[in-house]
């Protein structure tokens, strides 16, 4: 049978969570029985298991019979290392039990390359993008949502005595019978109005808050505390449902991202600095390969796809 995507993912983050325990205790013999069920479980997952030890720099020798974590295998040209270095095995350690977390905290979530509309309580409606996560609050007095992770199209059902709040770290945008899209990507976050107005609020920022109409976009990129805004088409906002995505000089690390909710497991880019160049244009999600190709291009970018779960940006 044809695995999809989202197994390679599902099964990806479960290796890498035993990993990271068999690090954390590697002499412990409940993590190694652990560990050696998992791996017997079927040939793919001791294939998973393999290439995640082979990225986090981890010997397949780690269950042999001694018990004793040996040390990574030498002989070993890894690719791998040589492109993304100590970048890539610090982003691979830190990944299992955020995903794990964002799981546990929401109400609705979507994997790689899936997009799902989901009808909420009140009568309004979110369309999740990939790799997207919301929380619910709603109360007799209120309509509050946390964008846990990626992006979503809210549709809001008019209720004058609640108002509908949509929030993501330092930013929350409040409406009254509108649509808009909110979007998280690479601690860049983003509002655009299809129609009606929002009230966006800023926790942390200089213009605390503001208001958008029709085709309006706020962005608030919270490592520069830097607010930027605009006009859009009304083609260009939430164009993610069809497939495309729309860029006017927007980073690449944020294009990176959001093209990244597009493929299973990970997309690193070798180079901190090469995130801060900018982009304009038109991107086809359908195919996240030449998307991303399109996206570094221009700046001498290199995407090399490791393995299914590993893909590295790189300047050579």
Not at 84 to 99: E, H, S, Y
Not at 155 to 175: H, K, M, N, Y
Not at 245 to 267: C, H, K, Q, Y
Request: proline share 4%; with cysteine.
């Amino acid at each position: 049978m044809e695995r999809s995507s989202h197994q390679d993912d599902r099964l990806w983050d479960e290796a890498l969570d035993l990993v990271i325990r068999l690090q954390n205790d590697p002499l412990n013999p409940v993590t190694l029985d652990m560990i050696r069920g998992w791996r017997r479980r079927s040939p793919v997952h001791a294939a998973a298991w393999s290439e995640a030890c082979e990225i986090h720099g981890l010997s397949g020798q780690v269950l042999a019979a001694r018990r004793e974590a040996e040390p990574a295998a030498r002989g070993l040209v890894s690719r791998r290392l040589l492109l993304a270095g100590g970048a890539a095995a610090a982003a691979v350690g830190g990944l299992a039990a955020p995903q794990l977390l964002l799981r546990a905290k929401a109400d609705h979530i979507t994997e790689a390359g899936e997009t799902r509309r989901v009808m909420l309580a009140d009568g309004s409606a979110a369309t999740l993008g990939p790799a997207s996560a919301i929380r619910l609050a709603f109360t007799a007095d209120a309509r509050d949502v946390e964008l846990l992770a990626g992006m979503a199209f809210f549709e809001i059902a008019p209720d004058a005595r609640r108002p509908f709040r949509v929030a993501s770290e330092q930013l929350a945008a409040t409406a009254l019978g509108t649509a808009f899209e909110m979007s998280n990507d690479a601690g860049r976050l983003s509002v655009c109005v299809d129609h009606g107005l929002v009230r966006i609020d800023l926790a942390e920022a200089a213009t605390r808050s503001a208001r958008l109409a029709a085709g309006d976009w706020l962005t608030f990129d919270a490592g520069r505390s830097a607010i930027e805004s605009g006009r859009r088409e009304s083609v260009q906002i939430a164009a993610w449902r069809d497939g495309w995505m729309f860029a006017n000089d927007e980073t690449v690390s944020a294009l990176v991202a959001r093209i990244s909710r597009w493929r299973p497991g990970r997309i690193l880019l070798a180079d901190p600095y090469f995130g801060g160049e900018r982009v304009s244009g038109a991107f086809d999600l359908r195919d996240p390969r030449a998307a991303l190709e399109a996206v570094v291009s221009p700046f001498g970018g290199v995407v090399r796809m490791l393995t299914p779960y590993l893909t590295v940006i790189s300047r050579f």
